[in-house]
């Protein structure tokens, strides 16, 4: 009768589950992993050799700057759970693009429990509630980003279950198990997530605390033992690491613009579209936060919105600021954005109630609340190419097309559902899948390929001697192939460098049949590629006149 019961009180949630296990699971290994999730699988690949993750396997050294491992050969870059993730997946099915995303996929799908509790936690009505749900199935994102050998999504897990614990243990009086827990794993999946949620929850804690006087003095001590077991238990690996030389990190002035006006406009905008959170965040203060009438909806409006968009206002700030260090915090995002359409549904007034249902329905499945945000960029086209040749002299030639790409054609109306449809039921034929192809038909182990980009993936599929851009020109090794990834860019010095090598030294130019892309396999929605790409600029491999091919 129990588990009955159950089925019929959570008829929505099962079906969902069921709807959205299919989609995470359907063809999510047809895509080769690009450079990112290359590196993960080449790390892992090491891990089971070693132990640890090591960067020299006796044939390659993995970099990506030449200061991401230490002394001893040991990966400090980046945090290890992920790595670990990955390579008990290699132990149990061996070694493919299946088994570096598989166990990943699986924590994406059941990342859908703990977003499912937190929605239950902080949803102002039903509707609120079965709307989350409904925009959970149909959120691009979550799938494209749990799809990834990457650790978004222990991201997507964990920060759900993090929210949840300062939900109950400041309105539930619940334990500190979880609050710690979570974010001691939250700091080992990615450490710049980590300090940036911290930094936005401490702020909570701390307003929070200031207007609550009667539970101040009982909520403080269990935030102090919180916070003291926290650091025990992530300080001395910091130290380990030198995690602070990665956060004094240089970067010059034009290229901080550039990535700033990737993430607000492109990365955080194509998630979660700027113009409703801004919206739903008015909104928010005009109907429920000055309502004295509703103090449960005041509690948990506020909750979603500070803790929903105080993270992305101090991810602006770091070097590296992307939606996918936050990619956790979408379930927040879903229910900001869903507090004005709830109002209007319920309204008696039959056009607010069309109003809501048409911006629910545009909201879950095009990109036009992205898309409109670029029309007042249209009048200032020449303006902006302009100020980017100023800005960035030396790519002058270039900033035509970047403005271009980055602000006149995000203007195009699309249906990320319906392409993600399309992506789990076609093959999908990328850069990487024809480089490696022809690298493995026409080469050996032995063979050794300098390569500007993709390069941890060609060593993941290859295994053969791979060197990448800040290897290949210090280096006396001559090469057998050389990938050029962009090879139009020779103002940048590194692409220069490959094409003047190949051409000095009559490498035979290949172009394959592929068209050739910054990133393969990139998630975040603005910029992936959900089917294969029409060949406008082939892929372009040199090869050494007296390569011996393959037999």
Not at 24 to 29: D, E, G, Q
Not at 245 to 252: Q, W
Not at 313 to 334: A, E, M, T
Not at 523 to 535: A, D, E, R
Request: hydrophobic fraction near 50%; proline fraction near 4%; charge should be positive.
């Amino acid at each position: 009768m129990r588990i009955e019961k159950f089925f019929m009180n959570n008829k929505l949630e099962i079906f969902v589950f069921l709807i959205v296990s299919i989609l995470m699971l359907s063809n999510f290994s047809n895509m080769y992993l690009w450079n990112d999730e290359g590196e993960t699988a080449v790390l892992a690949k090491n891990t089971l050799l070693f132990g640890i993750p090591k960067v020299y396997d006796g044939t390659n050294f993995i970099t990506n700057y030449g200061n991401d491992y230490n002394s001893g050969l040991i990966w400090t870059w980046s945090s290890w759970l992920h790595i670990y993730i990955a390579a008990l997946s290699f132990l149990i099915f061996g070694f493919s693009t299946f088994s570096a995303r598989i166990l990943f996929v699986v924590i994406g799908i059941l990342s859908f429990f703990p977003i499912i509790a937190l929605f239950r936690k902080i949803s102002v009505n039903r509707l609120h509630y079965y709307l989350s749900i409904l925009s959970l199935l149909f959120f691009v994102p979550y799938y494209l980003y749990s799809r990834q050998s990457r650790y978004y999504a222990l991201l997507i897990f964990l920060m759900p279950v993090i929210l949840i614990s300062i939900y109950n243990m400041l309105f539930k009086n619940g334990s500190i198990l979880w609050f710690v827990l979570s974010f001691t794993l939250l700091f080992y999946s990615n450490y710049l997530s980590f300090f940036v949620l911290m930094t936005s929850a401490s702020l909570y804690l701390f307003l929070v605390l200031l207007k609550n006087t009667l539970k101040r003095k009982k909520l403080l001590k269990k935030l102090a033992a919180s916070y003291a077991i926290i650091f025990l238990l992530t300080f001395p690996w910091a130290l380990y690491i030198n995690i602070f030389e990665r956060i004094s990190t240089k970067i010059n002035l034009a290229d901080w613009i550039m990535r700033k006006i990737d993430y607000v406009l492109h990365s955080i905008n194509s998630t979660a579209p700027l113009l409703l959170l801004l919206l739903s965040s008015i909104f928010l203060l005009l109907f429920f936060y000055f309502n004295k009438d509703k103090v449960v909806n005041k509690q948990k409006t506020f909750f979603i919105f500070f803790n929903g968009i105080i993270p992305i206002i101090i991810l602006f700030f770091p070097r590296y600021s992307d939606v996918r260090y936050l990619i956790g915090l979408f379930p927040l995002w879903i229910s900001l954005i869903l507090l004005p359409i709830i109002f209007l549904l319920i309204s008696k007034r039959r056009t607010l109630k069309i109003i809501g249902a048409a911006i629910l329905f545009l909201f879950l499945f095009t990109n036009i609340f992205y898309s409109v945000g670029f029309y007042p960029f249209f009048p200032f086209e020449n303006y902006l190419k302009g100020k980017c040749s100023a800005l960035a002299p030396k790519n002058a030639k270039y900033c035509n097309s970047w403005v271009e790409d980055n602000f006149i054609s995000q203007k195009e109306l699309k249906f990320p559902f319906f392409y993600y449809l399309y992506e789990i039921t076609h093959d999908y034929d990328g850069p990487v899948e024809g480089v490696v192809g022809y690298l493995k038909s026409n080469g050996n182990k032995n063979s050794i390929v300098f390569a500007n980009n993709e390069y941890f993936s060609l060593q993941f599929y290859t295994s053969m001697k791979v060197l990448n851009t800040v290897q290949y020109q210090v280096t006396n090794l001559t090469p057998d192939f050389i990938f050029v990834n962009l090879p139009d860019r020779r103002d940048i010095p590194k692409i220069n460098y490959l094409i003047t090598y190949a051409e000095k030294n009559n490498y035979t130019k290949i172009a394959l049949p592929y068209q050739d892309l910054p990133w393969d396999n990139r998630p975040v929605v603005w910029y992936h590629k959900f089917w294969t790409q029409p060949v406008k600029d082939s892929v372009t491999i040199y090869k050494k006149v007296n390569t011996r091919i393959k037999k």
